[in-house]
Structures are given as structure tokens and as C-alpha cells.
């Protein structure tokens, strides 16, 4: 993303093409520096949050394994969080779901 976008010192883009009619910077050193930082910040941010929520986390794979898939009302029972929404919240992603399912199936069809 940083090298895709540019989010470095220079004000181009960074990246290097498969098109040779692409004008790009080709240069990938300058961003080498900003993405290693990039991708250690967030390395310690992912562990500091496994470790933070490390219980909640064990206690919600218990009950994947135990019964096979977890409610919202379950998840917030296990894990101690609160949803902080209805369980019909879910209902818009449910539909895409399902809608999802529902186009693989005809493609498998034709």
C-alpha cells in the first residue's frame, strides 16, 4: 500500500509495472524504510491486542470447536464483550451471504 499509493517522503507514485506504458517510479528502495516501519508498527499493535483480549479470544475458539459455530448472544456470553447492536444488525450481511452463495451455485449451474 504505501509503494501502490505513495505514502512516503516523495510525492509520485512508487511501484514497479508490468506495462512498460505505466509512467511510474520504479525506484522501490525509498519505500523500503516506510513500509518495514509500517508493517512493525502493526505487528506489535496485532500482538498487543491478541495479548490484551488473549482470554476472550481462547474462550471464543472453545465454543467454535465445542459447537460448531456462535451466536451473537453466545459470543457476548463467552467472550465478556458486548455486541453493543441487535442481533438484526447481522440481517445485511446475512442477505449479502446468502446472495453470494446464491451466485456461485448458478455459476456452478451454467
Known sequence: MVRHLGHVERVSRIDVSVNSDDNLCTDVEASNAPIEALLQAEHARATKLLDTHRGAL???????????????????????????????????????????RAEGEARRRA
Open 58 to 100: 481462547l474462550a471464543l475458539v472453545d465454543e467454535l470447536i465445542d459447537e460448531g459455530q456462535v451466536t451473537p448472544a453466545r459470543f457476548a456470553a463467552v467472550t465478556g464483550l458486548p455486541l453493543g447492536r441487535p442481533e438484526e444488525a447481522l440481517g445485511p450481511y446475512a442477505q449479502r451471504l446468502a446472495e453470494f
